[in-house]
């Protein structure tokens, strides 16, 4: 059986239309959930870009893989599970945005972007060797993972194809084709947009909000040709930078549609709860034009597979490296236990498995094993993840897991999200920020799933609090986390 693993960057289960459709379509994406197994309980164990992609290499929880936050550097020397397919007679491809420094191990052929790479005419290293493409950066992804099973790999062997997307990560740049889309909608604001984050030290602290901290020039690309329009001096000189990179065919298509915009914006003098929701229908407009480019090269991969009879023996993952803040709480930006970035989309396409859906707890910790299991390699003991291949098969699991960890690292620093851990059962979420601020945080997920009502400490809380204490430390003991709850917290 191959493996065709497509992830996405920061891309928001509210933005498949097979989790939520109240925004945007994307029938190539949804047709792995009808076809296959859409995961409705899918979550990560450390919401940030890289560590998130260490765990889904590794299988293990960010302090066991030692990737815990962005400034690190990923010890390819390590185990992981394309190195372990290899071994077992695999072709092994990674294809696009790497983000763990060091360069991949494990592959057969690997062409990757520098760092977050860019949307327009984007640098990446093939192979060790640097070579810029033009065009645009989610096309140039799915045409290289194409042209990799059409021509590069070894058609003897069963093949493992990683292919992650750039997009839609900040800034949410969309394909020149794409910039008229949506011209005319207008997104309701979320419930939770003005959260006055009361009860909740850490929400209070972030540096995330699209009021205070969407950028202006760089965020929303109202970069004017007169210069009048300044915001962040260090975001504004990258926007400025992103719109050079462009080339000129792709410039004048860039400014027939952001001239108009950028005009009414100044001539408008928007202040105030105005400026506010005028940026989050911005942001949404762009974020969901790139989510369309997204969505027909997934429908360009699927279709290769199609038409080269890759359909019968090909698994197809679609997910994402954590959920993301669609104006949720005020936010962009991911990091919180909070759902929405806890979450992450996870649809399967198994030939011959389950057609439905899965209310499971899973966790990026559990592709690995999956993986492995599939290609019939022994799962070795250390991976902490667990296979969800009995799930995809439609097999009766008698004793699935009750709760899934979190451990959130990367503090102080970009977007100031306070570091904490906690547990997440299927009703029950219990947080502990830690390090600068000492706050526990309870939510009944049934009846608050938006985060807003901090239980922690009221009266009646108190059996169901230390239960999940028990249960949050167990999983500590189990994981092996060196920083765990303290016996004065218990
Ligand atoms: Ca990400």
Same mark, same amino acid.
């Given at each position: 059986m ?5 992830m996405s ?9 097979a ?5 945007i379509q994307t ?5 792995i ?8 309980e899918?979550?990560?164990a ?5 560590p998130?992609r260490?765990?889904?290499l590794t299988?293990?929880h ?8 962005n400034s690190?550097t990923?010890?390819g ?7 372990l ?5 695999y072709?092994t491809a990674m ?10 191990t494990?592959?057969d ?5 520098i760092?977050?790479?860019?949307y ?5 290293v093939?192979?060790?060797?640097r070579?810029r493409r ?5 096309n ?6 194409i042209?990799?099973?059409d021509?590069k790999r070894d058609?003897?062997?069963p093949f493992?194809?990683?292919m ?7 800034v ?5 084709c794409d910039?008229?889309?949506?011209n005319?909608q207008?997104?309701p604001?979320?419930?939770?947009f003005?959260d006055d984050?009361?009860?909740r030290?850490?929400?209070?602290k972030?540096q ?9 020039v760089?965020?929303?690309?109202m970069?004017?040709?007169?210069n !009048?329009?300044h915001s962040? /001096?260090?975001?504004e000189? =990258?926007?400025?930078a ?7 065919? *792709? &410039?004048?298509?860039?400014d027939?549609?952001y001239e108009?915009?950028?005009?009414r914006f100044?001539e408008?003098g928007l ?5 506010d929701e005028?940026k ?17 090269n997934?429908?360009?991969v699927?279709?290769?597979?199609r038409?080269?009879?890759?359909l019968?023996?090909?698994?197809i993952v679609?997910t ?13 930006d991911?990091?919180?236990m909070y ?5 992450t989309?996870?649809?399967m ?6 057609h439905?859906?899965?209310?499971k707890?899973v966790?990026?910790?559990d592709?690995a094993?999956t993986?492995? !299991?599939?290609a019939?390699? /022994?799962?070795?003991?250390? =991976?902490?993840?667990?296979s969800?291949l009995?799930l995809?098969?439609? *097999? &009766? ?5 009750k ?9 102080p620093?970009e977007?100031?999200?306070?570091r904490h851990y906690?547990?997440?059962?299927q009703?029950y979420?219990?947080?502990?920020f ?10 009944d997920i049934?009846k ?5 009502h ?13 239960k ?8 500590q ?14």
């Amino acid at each position: 059986m191959n493996i065709l693993y497509i992830m996405s960057d920061d891309h928001s289960y509210q933005t498949i239309s097979a989790y939520d459709d109240r925004f945007i379509q994307t029938p190539n994406i949804d047709w792995i959930a009808q076809h296959g197994v859409k995961f409705s309980e899918s979550f990560v164990a450390n919401s940030l870009s890289g560590p998130s992609r260490a765990c889904m290499l590794t299988g293990k929880h960010s302090h066991a893989n030692g990737f815990t936050d962005n400034s690190r550097t990923f010890d390819g020397s390590q185990q992981t599970f394309p190195k372990l397919l290899q071994q077992a007679g695999y072709q092994t491809a990674m294809i696009g945005k790497w983000h763990l420094i060091s360069q991949p191990t494990g592959f057969d052929y690997w062409d990757i972007l520098i760092g977050q790479g860019d949307y327009y005419n984007p640098n990446f290293v093939c192979n060790g060797q640097r070579v810029r493409r033009e065009g645009y950066v989610t096309n140039i992804i799915a045409d290289l993972a194409i042209d990799w099973m059409d021509h590069k790999r070894d058609k003897n062997k069963p093949f493992c194809l990683l292919m992650h997307n750039k997009a839609p990560h900040r800034v949410w740049s969309p394909d020149t084709c794409d910039l008229d889309l949506f011209n005319d909608q207008t997104y309701p604001l979320p419930a939770t947009f003005y959260d006055d984050y009361s009860g909740r030290q850490a929400a209070a602290k972030q540096q995330m909000s699209i009021s205070k901290d969407m950028d202006l020039v760089y965020d929303l690309k109202m970069a004017d040709k007169e210069n !009048q329009i300044h915001s962040d /001096p260090d975001l504004e000189a =990258i926007g400025r930078a992103n719109y050079k990179r462009m080339n000129a065919e *792709q &410039r004048a298509r860039w400014d027939k549609h952001y001239e108009p915009i950028i005009r009414r914006f100044k001539e408008a003098g928007l202040t105030g709860r105005q400026l506010d929701e005028w940026k989050y229908q911005r942001y949404m407009h762009d974020y969901l034009r790139v989510i369309r480019s997204v969505d027909r090269n997934v429908g360009r991969v699927i279709d290769y597979l199609r038409t080269h009879g890759l359909l019968e023996n090909t698994l197809i993952v679609y997910t994402s490296d954590q959920g993301f803040y669609m104006g949720e709480h005020g936010w962009f930006d991911k990091r919180f236990m909070y759902e929405e970035s806890f979450r992450t989309p996870l649809l399967m396409y198994l030939p011959g498995g389950k057609h439905g859906v899965v209310d499971k707890l899973v966790q990026n910790i559990d592709y690995a094993p999956t993986f492995l !299991q599939l290609a019939g390699v /022994p799962v070795p003991a250390d =991976i902490q993840g667990t296979s969800l291949l009995p799930l995809l098969r439609g *097999q &009766r699991v008698k004793h699935w897991r009750k709760a899934l960890y979190y451990h959130y690292y990367e503090y102080p620093a970009e977007h100031s999200v306070c570091r904490h851990y906690g547990i997440r059962t299927q009703r029950y979420s219990l947080m502990h920020f830690y390090n600068d601020v000492n706050q526990w945080e309870l939510y009944d997920i049934r009846k608050d799933p938006e985060n807003m009502h901090n239980l922690y400490g009221l009266p009646g809380m108190e059996k169901i609090t230390a239960k999940l204490k028990k249960q949050l430390l167990n999983l500590q003991l189990q994981y092996d986390d060196p920083i765990r709850l303290t016996p004065a917290a218990q």
